[in-house]
């Protein structure tokens, strides 16, 4: 068995931390908008972090702070994920 290229284990990071900014945003019932203005950046930028497609770790370290949660708990599965 191969082992995982870097860029998948990154792109799979970036999909994983994407879908949880949203979640708890969306949870939190933020605009992306407001969420977007709170991190310094513009709303097509956070969506491009939400889908995946762009993780700048400053703004996820920023956005943990924002939540009140650590970076951790970004990458987790959330708890009802199916396995």
Not at 16 to 36: D, H, Y
Not at 39 to 59: D, F, H, T
């Amino acid at each position: 068995m191969d082992e995982p290229v870097m860029d998948d284990v990154t792109d799979e990071l970036k999909r994983l931390v994407g879908s949880r900014l949203r979640s708890m945003r969306e949870e939190r019932q933020i605009s992306r908008s407001r969420m977007a203005a709170q991190l310094g950046i513009s709303p097509p930028a956070l969506y491009y972090i939400e889908s995946g497609k762009n993780c700048p770790m400053v703004r996820v370290l920023a956005a943990a702070r924002i939540f009140g949660v650590t970076v951790d708990s970004l990458l987790e599965e959330p708890e009802h994920a199916a396995v």
